[in-house]
């Protein structure tokens, strides 16, 4: 009853704004303000056990005492905004005031307003109102405020009262900004045009002519230089692989483990977890995330949904989320990509360290506390810390078994070998943990590329940042069906051509970036992955010769070169056996080592993904093919969902 009485007074402030903002204007800064706590124990909203709990926690924890009473469900959010209100001697605003004015919000920038988490709403005489929901916080952006408007008087208004206002006014302007947020120089949007797809397909009739004009020539030349890639590409894996081992004998770990310095407070982190037309999986995604042993009063779940995705929405909207998750629509636009949803969605995020997760993840429930660890203990530079992906399902079938053999391969063998040789590490697209500060530096992800994870870790390289590969395991679902497990390819395939095309507009420039051995490890990745796939059936020729079949080059260049072209081939498939056997080293990926044969098999599928991917760069660049999930993973979840969904 005292909590309703209190908040009900506070609320007819509301009428009265004139008074108080002369008050506002005319109190002096250093007046000393009551405890947000003192004057919630006024209110009645919380008992003194609550209160000094939450203190405590306060202490250990970079956060608001009012996020974390809501967090624990102690109070509600208008009885929060009521005692804010109070303690600053103002008014506050909610969602049924008019409509701010648009221009004053342009005037400080939509994209500033949600950084800062104040919004200039009306001019009254020579005092602009700017409702705030950190007024915590306002001092700090006190000047570069009075430096746009003059004299300013702060009213309070709820975090959600601010965002649905700025989306009530400045809808379009949020969307233009996800989709252009990273620098055009940096960016792949310009590749629409119709100009790429003509030199593209130019560049392919030409080959075509030269190949029946001179077909031995261009049959000699094309095969020279996919065995020169095989060739670069074999010699990385065996130095990462190296590199690997002698981090093992050093430290007894393949990747870097975390170290136990001093203890700091927890800051909030916040998971971006993109959903689209996945509504079988949001039942097991809640539980999963649910399994997280962070903090509940600095996590802040943002699941990321497309506004027309209605089926996902109903989903989520059948279900009772906890209060520290929390939906994010994006709105409907033709351009509908992962890192486009999650540009928007980071406008809205809360933490200092942003993380990405895949709707079927199952991450490890302590995974947050090591990244966080991990980026207290690391250098200035250190940008973003990339998990483990592993799978939960490669027992499914052969397809399944590869692909779990590809990524353990990739993940504990190429991509901590290429870190500690000092070459730029592409990204994978979950289980990454960013510093926000540097990520909103580079503008976020690139919306139109379809391996924004891949871009971004480059751009990260480019601009002398640093990515840290982490020993934690998260888990997913094995795409173990040909034709998804094609298309899946593909749209990497054609972001792998597509990022290399964008950092490749200057090369002078990415050199003196990189430096000359990183420059050359961008190669063998990007370029070196998409000849290998586009050439691969003429390595695979060289099978035909071992096999007594003859090859069309043996009559006019005789046996030693074929040696030399066999013996390459043959130390390729080697080496991709014995990083194989290394990476399946652990006791849960010993049943793999049989299937590794089976990659003969595996890899030609890629081919025809590379071909697909090809196809699609001239005509649909920015087409994101989206990787369906079954709901077979249920199995391995052993929490029933009854609890969480009504």
Avoid at 15 to 39: C, F, M, N, S, Y
Wanted: charged share 20%; aromatic share 8%.
């Amino acid at each position: 009853m005292g909590q309703s009485v209190a908040f009900d007074q506070c609320r007819s402030l509301q009428g009265h704004a004139a008074p108080l903002l002369e008050l506002v204007v005319r109190r002096k800064r250093d007046t000393p303000r009551k405890p947000l706590g003192q004057i919630l124990l006024e209110m009645g909203c919380v008992t003194n056990d609550d209160l000094l709990r939450a203190l405590e926690t306060q202490s250990r924890q970079v956060g608001f005492l009012g996020d974390i009473l809501i967090a624990r469900d102690l109070i509600s959010e208008d009885h929060l905004l009521a005692a804010l209100a109070r303690q600053y001697n103002t008014s506050f605003f909610t969602r049924a005031q008019p409509l701010p004015d648009p221009r004053l919000i342009d005037r400080l920038g939509v994209h500033r307003c949600l950084q800062l988490q104040c919004l200039p709403w009306y001019r009254a005489g020579d005092v602009t109102v700017i409702a705030c929901a950190r007024p915590a916080q306002f001092d700090q952006c006190r000047s570069e405020l009075e430096a746009r408007f003059g004299h300013i008087a702060m009213v309070t208004i709820s975090e959600g009262d601010l965002h649905e206002t700025v989306l009530k006014t400045r809808r379009n302007r949020l969307k233009l900004w996800a989709e252009t947020c990273v620098a055009e120089a940096e960016s792949c949007r310009k590749m629409h045009t119709r100009w790429f797809g003509n030199v593209l397909c130019l560049g392919l009739v030409t080959l075509a002519v030269l190949a029946c004009l001179a077909p031995l020539t261009t049959l000699l030349v094309l095969t020279l230089v996919a065995t020169f890639f095989l060739l670069i590409n074999a010699l990385l894996k065996i130095a990462a692989a190296i590199a690997v081992h002698t981090h093992r004998t050093a430290r007894g770990m393949p990747i870097a483990p975390v170290t136990q310095l001093v203890r700091q407070r927890k800051p909030v982190v916040s998971i971006l977890v993109p959903l689209h037309n996945e509504p079988l999986v949001v039942p097991r995604l809640i539980n999963r995330l649910s399994r997280l042993t962070w903090p509940r009063e600095v996590l802040d779940i943002l699941l990321v949904v497309e506004e027309h995705d209605h089926p996902t929405r109903d989903a989520l909207a059948a279900c009772k989320l906890p209060r520290w998750m929390r939906v994010i629509p994006v709105p409907d636009a033709p351009l509908k990509t992962k890192p486009r949803a999650l540009n928007y969605a980071m406008l809205f995020a809360r933490g200092s360290i942003i993380g990405v997760y895949d709707a079927e993840d199952a991450p490890e429930p302590g995974q947050i506390h090591k990244v966080v660890r991990c980026f207290q203990n690391g250098p200035p530079n250190l940008a973003c810390v990339q998990g483990v992906l592993d799978f939960y399902n490669p027992r499914k079938n052969w397809l399944s078994r590869c692909f779990a053999i590809e990524y353990a391969t990739w993940f504990r063998i190429i991509l901590p070998g290429m870190q500690r040789l000092g070459l730029a590490v592409p990204l994978g697209g979950t289980t990454l943990f960013f510093r926000r500060d540097i990520l909103e530096a580079l503008g976020g992800w690139d919306a139109h590329n379809v391996t924004e994870d891949a871009d971004l870790g480059i751009r990260l390289a480019r601009h002398g940042y640093y990515t840290q590969l982490l020993d934690t395991v998260t888990l997913e679902e094995a795409n173990c069906r040909p034709i998804p497990w094609v298309k899946q390819r593909s749209r990497w395939l054609k972001g792998y051509a597509v990022t290399w095309l964008v950092h490749m507009r200057a090369p002078r420039q990415l050199w003196d970036q990189l430096g000359a051995w990183r420059f050359f490890g961008v190669q063998v990745l990007f370029l070196g992955t998409l000849v290998q796939f586009m050439l691969a059936p003429l390595l695979w020729s060289f099978w035909l010769m071992m096999l007594g079949l003859g090859h069309p080059l043996h009559a006019q260049f005789g046996s030693g070169v074929m040696i030399a072209f066999v013996t390459v081939f043959l130390l390729a498939e080697a080496v991709t056996i014995s990083v194989g056997l290394m990476a399946l080293r652990s006791r849960a990926h010993h049943h793999l080592r049989v299937w590794l044969p089976a990659l003969h098999g595996y890899f030609p599928l890629a081919v025809l993904a590379v071909y697909k991917a090809l196809y699609e760069l001239i005509t649909a660049p920015f087409y994101w093919d989206k990787t369906a999930h079954s709901d077979q993973s249920a199995a391995c979840d052993k929490i029933r969902v009854a609890s969480t969904c009504r």
